[in-house]
Structures are given as C-alpha cells and as structure tokens.
C-alpha cells in the first residue's frame, strides 16, 4: 500500500523522514520510520512540520532544557513533567528533562542524597549545548527548578517561562 509516502516500502534512518529535496517522496502527517503511532513504523510530526513540508532536523528544533517539579508528589509531578516535554515537543524543540530521565528504575535515586548531586550535575552539564532553558510554572517552583535557573543565567542562557494551563493540585 501506498499512501503519503510515495512508496517507499521499509524504514527509513533517523532523519530520513521524506521531502521533496531528499527524493524520499511528500511530506506527510505519517512518515515511516519512527515510534509512537497507531501504525508500526510511523510518526505524527507536529503539524508545524507538516504544514512547513520541513521534517524536524537538529537544524531546526531548539535544545531546550525543561524544569519541572520532581519531588514532592512525584508522581503527579513526572505526569506533568511528561506533559511539558509533550508541549516542547509540539512547538519544535527538542527537549531534555533530566529530572524523568535520571530518576528512572535502575538509573539514580533521588532519594539518596549524592545520586541526586550526580543527576542534578549531569542534567546542568546540558546548558553547554541547550539553546534556552524552560521553565513549566503551573505546580509551582521548587528548589532545583530554581537552583536549574539560576544556572541558565549564570551560564548567559535565556529562561523562558511557561505553563500549560493546568489547575495546581
């Protein structure tokens, strides 16, 4: 079968998403070759890319440092933090939440005092390639969000300030 791809049958590389320039085929809102979908093998891109006829490229998507809160109620807090990379995601960044990725089963644990230095040390050694660091306000700014702010503009990077519209809880 067909479809928006243009018949292109397997999957593609990383970054091997079509376009027009690549000989790929058109750029569609289902491109093979990536995670995430109803249909093994596709993509969603966001529908800025759509709409560009450009496929997200390092070129074209901000780093971008997330700050959410972590501790606390952690687990309505990792379903927000989740919801904030969703959104950064949606506007054409690439971000990073140190904060989910470290504090995974089997990775740090954030209870024990010098795993959560050695995660809080890894997540800040990102400023040095991230373009802007963003901060997600709607459940409040903990500590390390601020400890993570007062990093970024130490560091001369802008500090952005969102929120999804979510009611505090």
Known sequence: MRGCNDGYKG?????GAPSPSNGLGKMCATPVGGLGSRRPGT?????????SGSPPTRFSMRLVIIESPYAGDIE???AYARAC????????????????????PGILRDDIPAERQWGIAAGLAWRNVADASVVY???GISAGMEHGIAAAREAGKPVEFRSLGQATG
């Open 76 to 78: 309505a807090n990792v």
């Open 11 to 15: 999957r593609r590389p990383f970054g």
């Open 137 to 139: 306000t709607d459940r």
């Open 43 to 51: 993509i969603r891109w966001p529908l800025h890319f759509v709409m």
């Open 85 to 104: 990379v969703r959104d950064s995601l949606g506007r054409g960044e690439a971000p990073i939440a140190s904060h989910l990725l470290y504090t995974q």
